[in-house]
């Protein structure tokens, strides 16, 4: 026996495998001619995973399970796929510095050797089971051989590729097996967004996980086509159509569970660049009071959307979670004695008990245009997707003078320059000081891995760089910075927070509002009433432990 496999060997008995059944189990393999890694597993004595386990033991590393652990695009695209198919390994994680890869067999130093040739970086090896990795290292086979069949196809066909017989039924066409395995890569890698890029020589292909972009893939220019056209085609879009935008909707079981998709496509010189926002609500934990909120400004939110009437607005850019956080405040008005009727372009999540209206333009429903009927359906809740123009300003304002609270968003980079938004729209500012009773702005930080999360003492220059706010929170002892670690595919975060801002309108702000003040001075009143900027609570949430003062600093101004 080698000494490799006496080591696991002893692993197993310190891990509690009875010395009798593992003596029997060795002298079968002798006699066999069997390894006895294959007697152990094939013969029922072991699972796959205790020897993944003891294995770890003996060479002093890691094991982890890969259905558990979020394989990072970035790291895949570190190593070829040939590479990793000859060693039977497959990358999951890289830092600046390491890479991180799941093995069967953590001595063979010479495939360790190579990877460390191939990506210039430390390889620190995971184990996992035989079975794990090989459904990893097809899925990705499977996937580059599908791109190599559908490039084939593209060229012969004069590389115009194909957009026939791509509908769901020609399950086998291999540009639709492509997508198939894209789209669940992007679920199981936690991604938000998928973006199909046409460039000069190929389309690039990335997924935004936790708010930053990854590049997963390069796909040849001449499927380009073909590739666009089975997304319109998921999407129920025009394939014909090319010069004009085009937004769609697709819905998938993946992973065992229904998932939604909100397409859109944007002629660019080079082709349609084509973006899905994954409207997953398995991974979202829609409660208002776990997507970040301190208790505090928990505290000054509530009290608004409680109230029977008025306006809440939330305000941000696109992707700052301002939906998921209209549906949990949603969640927490929702009873069976309230009438909620939402108007959404296009709805991102079905909730029970809500009347959902999707607009649809070609059809003449617009926001302006269903408003109306919506308020001759006796609501007592309005949720309206997003203030646009002036006809549905208007509108919203209306309904929340008449008796409905109105929930809507609006695209200001803070809560005090809401006001002096909806007056630029056409709003008499009367009439927004009187419906408006708060304003919520929001941006999206990574969190902190909590596995792995380290303390530091940050320097005075880093400190300044922030504009640390030492009146109100001191001279910090520590603050936290991400690591990396299995837990969080060695990036260190997992999982994002919110940053709030949030603006009650007073009396006398309202009065501001109707003598037209700027954002700058309905600012100073909110903050002397006692409003937390964004940045304020991002270096709260940095002295919590919950992200660090690079998010922070990434994500506010």
Known sequence: MDPALRTIVTALRGRGLDDGVLDRAIETAKISGRPLRSVLVDDQIITDLQLALATADAYGVEAVELSSFPVDPLAMARVPLTLARRHNMFPIAVTDTTIT????????????????????????????TKEDLNRLLDRYTRASTDLDEAAAQAEAEDGTGDADGLNSVNEDAPVVRY???????AISSRASDIHLEPSEFDLKIRLRIDGVLHEVDAVPRGIQAALISRLKILSGLDITERRVPQNGRITRDLGGRSVDLRSATLPTVWGEKVVLRVLDTGGIDLELRKLGFTDYNYGRFSESFRKPHGMVLVTGPTGSGKSTTLYATL???????????????PVEYRMDGINQVQVNPKAGLTFAAVLPAILRSDPDVVLIGEIRDRATAQLAVEAALTGHLVLSTLHTNDAPSAIPRLVEMGIEPFLVGSSLDAVLAQRLSRRLCEWCK???????????????????????????????????????????????????VSEQ?????????????????????????????????????????????????
């Open 101 to 128: 890869v799941a093995v069967g067999d953590p001595g063979d130093v010479l495939a360790l050797d190579d990877i460390r040739a191939a990506t210039g970086l430390m390889v620190r090896p995971m184990v996992v």
């Open 179 to 185: 997508v198939n395995s894209l789209l669940e890569r």
């Open 331 to 345: 969640g927490e008005i929702a009873r069976p004695e309230v009438n909620v009727i939402t108007v959404e372009d």
């Open 454 to 504: 380290e303390k530091y003492t940050p320097s005075q220059k880093e400190l300044a760089a922030v504009h640390w706010n030492f009146e109100e929170f001191g001279e910090p002892g520590f603050l936290y910075q991400a690591v990396g670690c299995r837990s969080c595919a060695q990036t260190g975060y997992r999982g994002r927070l919110a940053l709030n801002e949030v603006m009650p």
């Open 509 to 557: 702000i309202e009065r501001m509002a109707v003598e037209h003040a700027s954002a700058s001075e309905i600012k100073k009143v909110a903050l002397a009433e006692g409003m937390v900027t964004l940045r304020d609570d991002g270096l709260r949430k940095a002295l919590d432990g919950l992200t660090t003062l690079e998010e922070m600093l990434r994500v506010t101004v």
